[in-house]
């Protein structure tokens, strides 16, 4: 490859990395995205209100929350009112049932055999004042191409939480095999929410330079020959690097590489925490 061919690669990967990255803040930015966390309330047999929140909510132990409100109290669910008690049944370690108030939504969720209430405003701090996450110069070095390795079945693997005393179940489909600065590595990689990689890891960087949870990134499905392409450029952050409020689960305890990873997106401003 010439020089002019080298520079032109490397502007077009530029390029296609400042238009994904565009995308990637716009999504943080929507109204009730991860930035407008507020608040986690967890929930138990008990019935209770929490300050700022109307309704009186428990945890009835038999996979439902029961929300108890009067019409007055402005909750609506599925657009209706709700008027008595209304019954919602959020589902492990999915997004969660959403229940309105006024512009704000509190997210019921469910995360093994916990239940908690996620208030999402879109005027919380961390969204109004969200400057764009900060990362490293793209560079044509971080991208790779590695071999994954199949297991012969998926496996349902145990991971902990940011959340002391949680738990997540991923589904770990096999290993990616991969080299950069010469050295040779490996990763354990989840199965995507469509298709495609998940490989979630921490690194030489985590907790200095990036979010110290780990961070992730997505690849493509890999080809027939089990061939997948490698872009660190695109390693993101997950929720909790930007709020409090969230219940992000943690690497697999064999992902972690020596080599610190100086590309993708770097640990984010907490404008709540100042």
Same mark, same amino acid.
């Given at each position: 490859? &010439? +020089?002019t061919d080298s520079r032109s690669s490397d502007q077009h990967l530029r390029d296609e990395w400042a238009n994904w990255h565009a995308e990637r803040e716009a999504d943080l930015r929507t109204p009730h995205g991860w930035l407008s966390l507020t608040g986690l309330y967890w929930l138990d047999a008990e019935p209770r209100s929490f300050e700022g929140l109307p309704g009186i909510w428990r945890a009835t132990g038999d996979g439902g929350v029961e929300v108890t409100a009067a019409e007055a109290d402005g909750l609506v669910v599925g657009d209706m009112p709700v %008027? &008595?008690?209304a019954r919602l049944e959020p589902v492990d370690g999915t997004p969660g049932v959403l229940?309105?108030?006024g512009p704000r939504r509190?997210?019921?969720v469910?995360?093994?055999d916990s239940y908690a209430l996620r208030v999402r405003d879109p005027e919380? +701090?961390?969204?109004?004042?969200?400057?764009?996450v900060p990362t490293f110069p793209v560079d044509a070095r971080w991208v790779v191409d590695g071999r994954f390795a199949a297991y012969p079945q998926p496996r349902r693997i145990t991971?902990?939480?940011v959340v002391d005393g949680l738990q997540h179940f991923p589904t770990a489909v096999g290993v990616v095999h991969f080299s950069v600065y010469g050295g040779d590595h490996e990763l354990v990689a989840l199965r995507g929410k469509a298709e495609g990689l998940v490989l979630h890891f921490r690194d030489a %960087? &985590?907790?200095a330079s990036t979010y110290g949870g780990g961070r992730v990134l997505k690849t493509l499905e890999p080809d027939a020959e089990g061939r997948v392409r490698i872009d660190f450029n695109r390693t993101v952050n997950l929720p909790c690097a930007f709020t409090a409020y969230a219940t992000c689960p943690l690497p697999p305890a064999e992902n972690r590489l020596a080599v610190a990873v100086e590309a993708g997106e770097r640990d984010p401003a907490r404008p709540e925490v100042r």
């Open positions: 490859m &010439s +020089i %008027t &008595s008690t229940v309105e108030v509190v997210e019921v469910r995360r093994t919380a +701090i961390t969204r109004t004042e969200f400057a764009g991971v902990g939480a %960087t &985590s907790g």
